[in-house]
């Protein structure tokens, strides 16, 4: 069965008829997990999509932990801003433009040919293109991972890597990261100031790998230098 009227309405009522993904208007209700898997019609299982969204990643299951979490997590936004007065009428383009005005999500999916030094990049690059777009709003960052699994099941190298140690250093530009190993709060200021370019040091090699737009040039440069062993 489809969602009741009043379920639906009460879903867009709670995120103040935005989509939960992009904050755009017009949405409609979805099923998380789909009918046809055995999702229920209850208000838990509904999230208010708009189509692009829904289209981009409704459909995916391995999307749906994420498009839960960004749910809750604007339903929280809502929330608080109604409860503070903010909110009183439903859909307002005033209210919208404050509740925007928190935070920002940054949403990536790591694909399976996508490496360490490729998924570090994009993750300074968008975290530097919200700053640009958004100065100075705190940064929520939702990582997605296709793949790179090791034989026992568990992340490969390079997404541990990229989920323990690049998001410890990743969180002082950002206030608050969700990937699908960990979850951590910035408890300091977000900082504002994003590096040009990564200097990445390999302990296991004892190397340094540079990251970013000029990443080639440099480790050409690196190489020029390096004098033959006698």
């Known amino acids: 069965m489809p969602f009741s009227e009043q379920t639906k309405l009460t879903a867009k009522r709670k995120s103040n008829f935005r989509c939960v993904v992009c904050g755009e208007p017009f949405v409609e209700v979805h099923h998380i997990k789909p009918q046809h898997e055995g999702g229920d019609d209850t208000l838990d299982n509904a999230v208010p999509l708009c189509a692009r969204c829904h289209d981009l990643f409704g459909e995916n299951p391995a999307k749906r932990k994420q498009i839960r979490e960004m749910r809750d997590h604007y339903y929280q936004q809502v929330e608080s801003m109604t409860a503070s007065g903010i909110l009183d009428r439903g859909l307002s383009d ?137």
Do not use: W
């Not at 999500?105 to 994009?122: G, K, N």
């Not at 990937?179 to 004892?206: A, C, E, M, Y």
């Open 94 to 230: 005033s209210a919208y433009t404050a509740l925007e005005s928190k935070k920002v999500a940054i949403y990536h999916v790591v694909y399976e040919d996508e490496d360490f030094d490729t998924s570090a990049c994009i993750l300074m690059e968008l975290a530097a293109e919200a700053q640009r777009a958004h100065p100075g709003k705190k940064r929520v960052l939702y990582l997605d991972i296709d793949g790179h699994r090791n034989p026992a099941g568990g992340f490969d190298r390079d997404m541990l890597e990229l989920q323990k140690e690049f998001l410890i250093f990743l969180m002082q530009y950002i206030s608050e990261a969700h990937t699908p190993l960990i979850h951590l709060k910035n408890s300091r200021p977000q900082n504002d100031d994003l590096p040009d370019h990564l200097f990445v040091q390999d302990g296991d090699r004892g190397t340094i790998r540079f990251l970013g737009d000029d990443a080639k040039t440099l480790i050409t440069m690196a190489k020029q230098e390096e004098k033959p062993v006698e």
